[in-house]
T-cell receptor, first 113, second 115 residues
């Protein structure tokens, strides 16, 4: 089955700096890659996603890049703010698994004011 | 606005008890999922369902069963709770159209403690 690895597990940045979280996947059938943000005590919520026919997608300060050949994808957050502090999860979904998501183990991001 | 609700936010049960966790979604989603979330392990899929009365095992189904009698409701059952099932349980739902994956919407979670 699919295996998703996520790094780093913790990340601290100064407010205004950029943050990058990287994930790798193993199954070439994966074609959908969502990123979720989970604030303390709250449910995970989708912040951005990308499909395998696209190499990059941006939404304001957040961007995701996908390298299908290398089987890795990354989340980029620019101009970080304290409210970006949360746990971020990447996931991969192989097309032949009935919409199953395989999640990474999460990155705890702390933005220091 | 998609709404996924879970029957309890916090639950304390004793070892050996039968435990029911319920999840309801109001968006007519075909797919529903049960995950457990443990520190350092991310979200691990227990079971999922792509239609009423249909179920598929996820990565960690041992010790759990599920029931989906109605499209909007998906129940997770711990037949005989054990202390290693102490965890946060998250339900999710999504649209399902063939092999195209869509965003999963999560419920608020149930923190289960088994003593």
């Amino acid at each position: 089955g699919e295996n998703v690895e996520q790094h780093p597990s913790t990340l601290s940045v100064q407010e205004g700096d950029s943050a990058v979280i990287k994930c790798t996947y193993s199954d070439s059938a994966s074609n959908y890659f969502p990123w979720y943000k989970q604030e303390l005590g709250k449910r995970p919520q989708l912040i951005i996603d990308i499909r395998s026919n696209v190499g990059e997608k941006k939404d304001q300060r957040i961007a995701v890049t996908l390298n299908k050949t290398a089987k890795h994808f990354s989340l980029h957050i620019t101009e970080t703010q304290p409210e970006d502090s949360a746990v971020y999860f990447c996931a991969a979904s192989p097309w032949n698994t009935g919409n199953q998501f395989y999640f990474g183990t999460g990155t705890s991001l702390t933005v220091i004011p | 606005d998609v709404k996924v609700t879970q029957s309890s936010r916090y639950l304390v049960k004793r070892t050996g008890e039968k435990v029911f966790l319920e999840c309801v979604q109001d968006m007519d989603h075909e797919n529903m999922f049960w995950y457990r979330q443990d520190p350092g392990l991310g979200l691990r899929l227990i079971y999922f369902s792509y239609d009423v009365k249909m179920k598929e095992k996820g990565d960690i189904p041992e010790g759990y069963s599920v029931s989906r009698e109605k499209k909007e409701r998906f129940s997770l059952i711990l037949e005989s709770a054990s202390t290693n099932q102490t965890s946060m349980y998250l339900c999710a739902s999504s649209w399902g159209q063939g092999n195209r994956a869509y965003e999963q919407y999560f419920g608020p979670g149930t923190r289960l403690t088994v003593t």
